[in-house]
């Protein structure tokens, strides 16, 4: 059964950290390019960071780079983003996704919610 679970939301003040992760099972982890979206109250969801398959590679949107990092440990299924310097315009619940490299093939977490308030 393919599964991507996320973890690691939470309650953070502006300017605090926080660290999310996302373990896959039921697919080749390392045949996917692994990417974060994010979706606040009232809003679409939006592209936020992605890695390839490898690790070799990372995009960011505009409006988190400088401040998250994604990363990827393909030994444990799992993919990270690091968030720091949290803003309460990055609040919102946050998802990953797995693309599989040669196909339109995709999944989706059920996400993990990020509060941003003092």
């Known amino acids: 059964q393919v599964q991507l679970v996320e973890s690691g939301g939470g309650l953070v003040q502006p300017g605090g950290s926080l660290r999310l992760s996302c373990t896959a099972s039921?697919?080749?982890?390392?045949?996917?390019?692994m990417r974060w979206y994010r979706q606040a109250p009232g809003k679409e969801r939006e592209f936020v960071a992605s890695i390839t398959n490898t690790g070799g590679s990372t995009t960011y949107a505009d409006s988190v780079k400088g401040r998250f990092t994604i990363s990827r440990d393909n030994t444990k299924n799992t993919v990270y983003l690091q968030m720091n310097g949290l803003k309460p315009e990055d609040r919102g619940m946050y998802f990953c996704?797995?693309?599989?490299?040669?196909?339109?093939?995709?999944?989706w977490g059920q996400g993990t919610q990020v509060t941003v308030s003092s």
């Open positions: 996704n797995a693309l599989h490299v040669y196909s339109t093939y995709q999944e």
């Open positions: 039921g697919f080749t982890f390392s045949s996917y390019v």
